[in-house]
């Protein structure tokens, strides 16, 4: 358990921060940019979280602490395999299931979908869109320093999750707001 005794440090004052091997790096490093989105899209499902209950509640509290683990993985280079705390393929196949025992109770869709309906599904739609954002950032990081790979895996998923989540949050899909193509075009 991590002890917190005092907030401020002063040590990022000059626009660096230190990564979890001690290394410290710009405020604005690639890698510190990955795991602040990762902190972002936890913020958001954290708002999300204020809409929900039962079994969706459990399954995003799950994920927040999961995404914590994320950042405490990227926060520390390397590609996984040094037995520090890193996401396991394990999380990754989780969301899968979730995903499809979600996606068994909902209609096919016709069409796509925008951000909307419920503000539960809101806010799951903006937190679809933000991992999508961390997601990206990785995926340039993981071309130029060695990332666990199943951090990026864990992301991608995680957008598929949360768009699921939304759907089934707004009443079963039955109140997705859909797309109609060139509708407003005169």
Not at 37 to 44: H, K
Not at 56 to 81: K, T, V, W, Y
Not at 101 to 106: F, G, Q, S, V, Y
Request: glycine share 10%.
């Amino acid at each position: 358990m991590v002890h917190l005794t005092k907030i401020y440090t002063r040590g990022g004052d000059r626009g660096l921060t230190s990564l979890g091997d001690g290394a410290r790096v710009a405020k604005h490093a690639l890698r510190v940019e990955a795991y602040g989105t990762v902190d972002e899209a936890n913020g958001v499902i954290g708002l999300a979280r204020l809409h929900t209950d039962g079994e969706a509640d459990r399954a995003l509290g799950r994920i927040q602490n999961e995404l914590f683990d994320l950042g405490a993985d990227l926060c520390r280079p390397g590609d996984g395999s040094d037995g520090k705390l890193r996401v396991q393929e394990g999380q990754v196949l989780r969301l899968e299931a979730e995903i499809d025992a979600m996606n068994e109770a909902l209609e096919p869709l016709a069409s796509f979908i925008l951000p909307g309906g419920t503000p539960a599904a809101a806010h799951l739609h903006l937190a679809r869109t933000v991992v999508r954002r961390a997601e990206r950032l990785v995926a340039l990081l993981a071309e130029q320093e060695a990332v666990n790979p199943a951090v990026l895996r864990y992301l991608n998923r995680l957008s598929d999750h949360l768009f699921v989540l939304a759907r089934a949050t707004n009443d079963g899909g039955r109140a997705d707001v859909l797309w109609q193509p060139g509708a407003t075009r005169t």
